[in-house]
């Protein structure tokens, strides 16, 4: 696991061989706060694996949360079911597999904007 630092102090865990991002709350807190802003130049920089390769792991299901060691079972996000998140009930470590990160965020700016544009028309 590498150390990325995100936002206001908040590293994330990037897995070195499948590219998946494991982060606490606060951190996954700071990046939600700032989408627009992070990472200032790049997204690859924060979750720089393809969907193409985290959608190979979605078949994974016996992960082992990297903070506690402890099983962490799957948890869909409303409205995305495409996306597939491994949360550890322990520890509070959310593990992203690789490009999901940032499908969420854009779909979340994307949600965002379309909530806005509406209440402007």
Do not use: Y
């Amino acid at each position: 696991m590498t150390l990325v630092p995100v936002a206001h102090g908040a590293q994330v865990e990037r897995c070195d061989r499948c590219h998946g991002i494991a982060c606490n709350d606060h951190a996954l807190s700071a990046l939600q706060r700032h989408w627009f802003l992070w990472p200032k130049a790049d997204p690859r920089t924060v979750d720089p694996g393809s969907p193409r390769e985290g959608r190979r792991w979605d078949t994974v299901t016996d992960v082992a949360c990297p903070g506690c060691g402890r099983a962490m079972p799957v948890v869909e996000v409303s409205g995305q079911e495409h996306i597939r998140l491994d949360r550890c009930a322990a520890c509070g470590l959310t593990f992203f597999d690789a490009g999901e990160m940032t499908d969420l965020r854009f779909q979340t700016l994307a949600d965002t904007l379309r909530r806005l544009l509406k209440r402007l028309s």
